[in-house]
């Protein structure tokens, strides 16, 4: 569940990215972050889901 260079930044993204490469998380977050960790937000709302983006090495 942990990013293992730390977590970015955590926002509530519309979207479906798990562990992936995500380009939401590159239109919310910038481009430099591309790891993106989402959890279910709800579970009566699905597709609202909170996303933590993780830091990447560069």
């Excluded at 479906?16 to 430099?32: A, I, V």
């Amino acid at each position: 569940r942990n990013c293992p260079e730390g977590i970015a930044k955590s926002n509530d993204v519309i979207g479906t990215c798990l562990n992936t490469k995500s380009r939401d998380c590159q239109k919310h977050f910038g481009p430099n972050v591309t790891n993106c960790l989402c959890y279910p937000f709800s579970t009566h709302n699905r597709v609202r889901i909170t996303c933590y983006c993780c830091k990447v090495k560069s």
